[in-house]
């Protein structure tokens, strides 16, 4: 890069700028957007099936049947693989990994830039099949039936998740090597910010979990095509050896959602109370706890598919065993907000009464779910679309937007008004409630998951309808956002290098940042929440905004 006098500076192109870029930053940035429009289609998704589910008859929203079974399997598919992985790992992973250990970008720049092409080549492929024909076997595609999903809805899906999985695989190399090797001075990793612990525990989750599926999916495309046998009971293959291998990824991926997401609460909340976290080792090393038990537990989806039932006991007891370190950490957020100055900013009320809240309900769930006798009754029903949406939509969804409304000064230059922020974090705490709550009713008076009839007796019309009243306000919810985001843009204040008092190195440099972060290079001397009685000034009086 060659050195001009600075009237002679041309703009570089937008695609130079932008699209080709190396910059971690802009390429973090890139992701947040993708995934938001890839939210909003599988959104659409979701809102066509609670549309359906309004009345308890025949189709009448979706032409066909089959459409239906499409339906679900793009909102799952885009929403796990399109949505929330990319954007809490590659997005945020992106944006703030780097910044946050005070290096100048990623240890690999251009394979930063690959990931992400990589990415939205994925995605294409994935909504190709709009047009090819949409799998319709669900996010897991379990055999025997994905052996015989007729057209080429499901050879599209395969293509994609590779794709995609070696995008996610390049991301988690990237982010390893960059923590390990491109830490400031002084930034030991006792003195490592949270969601720095965070990342990269997932990383190394990604790099273990993403071949499992790899060899799952591409022993299933064999199997259609080339006439093997891995899944064929009736040729001697084991459609439960599929399982085992999904869920070998499947049930670490869901970490790969809420490790990350759990990192962003642990930024948030110290710096809103004003005080030093509370319990930062045991934050960061139940971390490592989650990802190591994250991979002991995945047969606990298979206790009623055909295992012998003494094989569910080990299961059942390590996935008792990992809601633990869970739980160290909510007791530990909790101690953070007890006699904290709390200062409840959006940011702040989608990480506690939101994340806190919603992940407590959607954990506890779980301990239902993973409870042998307990799962013979609740396998397959509502009851399990209750729980993951608690985890997923109250639990990692509420981090990115806590998140997103945290660091958006940051990324963008300008505050956002709290007030519309606020409206936004209400109208998804009680859509998301409305919607999910009484889907753990209807799973127990026994709807099934992904069928589009059920009996209207006993209340389950009117929980349903409920349920889809709700998933419209959260769709409302959505589009509130972007025009908070957007009125932000256009008439936010100017945000000042540092708008919360908060102590991470990011923000010790301007909004947005200068291309390379840092004009002179960090020296790290302390840990990262050391919030003292002499900051005064950060207390919550001032009220920033628009
Ligand atoms: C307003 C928001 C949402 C609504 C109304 C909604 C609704 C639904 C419904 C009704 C189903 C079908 C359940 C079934 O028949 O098995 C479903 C499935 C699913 N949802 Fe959502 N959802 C929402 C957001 C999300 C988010 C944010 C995620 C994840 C990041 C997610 C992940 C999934 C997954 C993985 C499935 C399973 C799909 C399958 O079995 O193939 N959903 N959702
Ligand atoms: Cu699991």
């Not at 549309?51 to 929203?61: C, I, S």
Request: net charge neutral; charged share 10%.
């Amino acid at each position: 890069m060659g050195t001009v006098a600075t009237a002679d500076v041309k703009k570089p192109s937008f695609v130079r700028d932008w699209l080709l870029t190396v910059d971690h930053k802009k390429i973090g940035i890139m992701y947040g957007v993708v995934c938001l429009l890839f939210f909003f289609l599988g959104g659409a998704a979701a809102l066509v099936i609670r549309t359906e589910l309004l009345t308890p008859g025949m189709p009448d929203v979706v032409p066909q049947a089959d459409m239906f079974n499409q339906m679900f399997t793009m909102h799952g598919s885009i929403m796990i693989f399109l949505f929330m992985i990319p954007m809490l790992t590659a997005a945020f992973g992106n944006y703030l990994v780097p910044i946050m250990i005070g290096a100048h970008d990623m240890a690999f720049p251009r394979m930063n830039n690959l990931a992400f092409w990589l990415f939205v080549l994925g995605g294409f492929v994935f909504l190709s099949s709009l047009y090819f024909g949409m799998p319709d076997i669900g996010w897991t595609a379990y055999p025997p039936y994905s052996i015989e999903s007729a057209g080429l809805g499901l050879d599209i899906w395969v293509l994609g998740v590779h794709i995609l999985g070696l995008s996610s695989i390049l991301g988690a190399i990237n982010i390893i090597v960059t923590v390990f090797n491109l830490r400031a001075p002084g930034m030991t990793f006792n003195r490592l910010p949270l969601y720095v612990w965070s990342s990269l525990i997932t990383a190394f989750i990604q790099l273990f979990g993403t071949p499992a599926l790899a060899g799952a999916i591409t022993t299933l495309l064999f199997d259609r095509h080339f006439g093997t046998h891995f899944y064929d009971a009736s040729a001697g293959g084991d459609p439960m050896l599929y399982q085992h291998l999904f869920w070998f990824y499947s049930h670490p991926a869901v970490y790969i959602m809420v490790l990350p997401a759990m990192g962003i609460v642990s930024e948030i909340i110290p710096v809103f109370a004003r005080k030093p976290i509370f319990g930062y080792h045991a934050i960061a090393y139940s971390s490592i706890a989650i990802g190591f038990l994250g991979f002991l537990v995945w047969a606990h989806h298979m206790f009623v598919a055909g295992m012998p039932l003494a094989t569910g006991i080990p299961f059942m007891v390590t996935s008792m065993i990992i809601a633990v370190p869970s739980a160290i950490k909510i007791f530990n957020w909790l101690a953070t907000l007890w006699r904290g100055s709390n200062w409840f900013t959006t940011p702040m009320l989608f990480v506690t009464v939101g994340f806190i809240g919603m992940f407590t309900i959607g954990g506890l769930g779980g301990i239902f779910l993973g409870t042998v006798p307990v799962d013979i009754h609740m396998h397959d029903t509502y009851f399990v679309v209750a729980h993951f949406h608690y985890v997923l939509f109250g639990g990692s969804m509420m981090a990115v937007l806590g998140g997103l409304f945290y660091w958006l000064p940051k990324m963008t230059g300008r505050m956002y008004s709290e007030k519309l922020g606020k409206t936004v974090f209400w109208m998804y705490f009680v859509g998301t409630n409305l919607t999910f709550f009484p889907m753990h009713y209807i799973g127990m008076m026994g709807m099934p998951r992904r069928v589009f009839q059920y009996d209207p007796a006993n209340g389950m019309q009117i929980a349903n309808q409920i349920a889809s009243f709700g998933s419209y306000l959260v769709g409302a919810a959505a589009i509130m956002m972007v025009v908070t985001i957007i009125v932000s843009l256009r008439s936010g204040a100017k945000a000042p290098a540092n708008p919360w008092g908060a102590q991470t190195l990011e923000w010790t440099v301007s909004s947005p940042p200068p291309e390379h972060n840092f004009i002179e290079m960090p020296y790290v001397t302390a840990p990262p929440y050391e919030f003292g009685e002499a900051e005064e000034q950060y207390t919550p009086k001032k009220s920033f905004g628009a």
